[in-house]
């Protein structure tokens, strides 16, 4: 992950407790304040930079001082059987609702092998990768997905109609992490190009296109021409059907389709956040499942296995001039380990927003060195 010259490194405990506050201040309960702070500070230490402290204010203040995201959560099951669950987050916190769920399913997979859970009326939830990671800590397989308001064109298209709608895994091994993939089933996402922005760099083409199909490599007019509509990002694949972009489509509607069609949920364009003209709330779905392993096989014999299949494949034929080969989960350790003792990387425009935020609250205690 590259650093923006000029950011400060912050302890992620002292992150965590200014994240808690925050949200605190903006009138979330103390418990649920901790969850969401404790959903963003695990992206900055696994070094998704994207999904921490740079979206606090845009995507979780700012929501919330508009009016189009609760800071209390109604969590409400609608429909319920012995392996299944449908809730209605009610445009609360999406971290608390998503956390709540999860749990949901682990505990159905404890009694019956698998648990799934589908939400309707829920916000951002933060980085998918920690919901299944809940489950590995319990010894169980974790899946996760959400739509998104809409970023992405379908194969041949030009218009934003799907989100970047993530499917998310996490698996245990006996190695020192678990596998993790956490991704979007489109070549990047929103987070990705607002890092780009903050650091006033180009994106490289091929990720977005402009209503004539052509590559736009502007991070911070993307941002703004995504909100409008002229500008769509690339399913994962790429553009057209020669390198595959058909399949990070059909993923991106699959993922779609689970995360509106099984709760009663809204759904791409009813995703804008826009309605006559007025900013309204962002009415999210997801999924989570939790696969119970001992239901299975032994629970260390999986962990074998796993661990195994990706010790082959690091250590397979590596391409000319390639220094190593890395599987999902792996990347994300070494950046805990390198930022376990530094904290997290904050560049100038979070500082600046950290500043904003600590002053409107009247957070005086926190001092920091920016």
């Known amino acids: 992950m590259e650093i923006e010259k000029g950011s400060v490194w912050i302890k992620f405990a002292a992150m ?27 992206a900055d230490k696994l070094g998704f930079d994207s999904h921490g402290i740079s979206r606090l204010k845009p995507i979780y203040y700012d929501r919330i001082k508009q009016g189009i995201q609760l800071p209390t959560t109604a969590f409400k099951v609608v429909k319920e059987a012995p392996a299944s669950a449908v809730i209605d987050g009610g445009n609360g916190m999406g971290h608390v609702v998503a956390r709540r769920a999860m749990e949901l399913a682990i505990r159905k997979a404890r009694k019956y092998g698998i648990g799934m859970t589908a939400v309707r009326n829920s916000t951002h939830y933060g980085i998918a990768g920690y919901y299944p990671l809940m489950a590995v800590k319990a010894g169980m397989i974790g899946i996760t997905g959400t739509n998104a308001r809409p970023s992405l064109a379908p194969t041949f298209g030009i218009e934003n109609m799907l989100g970047t709608n993530p499917l998310t895994f996490g698996m245990p091994t006996d190695e020192k992490f678990p596998f993790l993939l956490d991704c979007a089933t489109s ?12 650091l006033g760099k180009k994106m490289p083409a091929g990720w977005v296109i ?16 995504l909100t409008q509509g002229t500008a769509a990002l690339v399913p994962l694949g790429g553009i057209g059907e020669e390198l595959g972009g058909y399949k990070g489509y059909g993923y991106a509607t699959a993922i779609e389709i689970l995360c509106a ?15 006559d003209g007025k900013k309204v709330p962002y009415p999210l779905g997801h999924f989570f499942i939790a696969i119970n392993i001992s239901a299975f096989t032994e629970l260390k014999s ?21 220094r190593r080969i890395f599987t ?25 927003e950290i500043i904003l935020m600590r002053d409107e609250l009247g957070l005086k205690q926190y001092k920091f060195p920016f």
Do not use: C
């Open 328 to 352: 999902a989960g792996e990347k994300e350790h070494l950046t805990w380990l390198a930022r376990k003792d530094k904290g997290v990387p904050v560049n100038k425009e979070t500082q600046r």
């Open 16 to 42: 965590e407790k200014f994240m808690r506050d925050v949200f605190i201040g903006l009138g979330v309960p103390k418990k649920e304040a901790a969850v969401s702070a404790e959903v963003l500070i695990t």
């Open 187 to 198: 070549i990047t996402q929103r987070g990705k190009i607002e890092v780009y922005a903050k």
């Open 210 to 225: 402009d209503r004539d199909g052509r590559s736009k490599t502007d991070s911070r007019k993307v941002l703004v021409d």
């Open 302 to 322: 999986f962990k074998r296995i796993a661990g195994s299949i990706l010790r082959e494949l690091r250590a397979s034929k590596k391409m000319p001039g390639a």
């Open 261 to 275: 069609a099984l709760q009663r949920g809204a759904y791409m364009k009813m995703l804008t956040g826009v309605k």
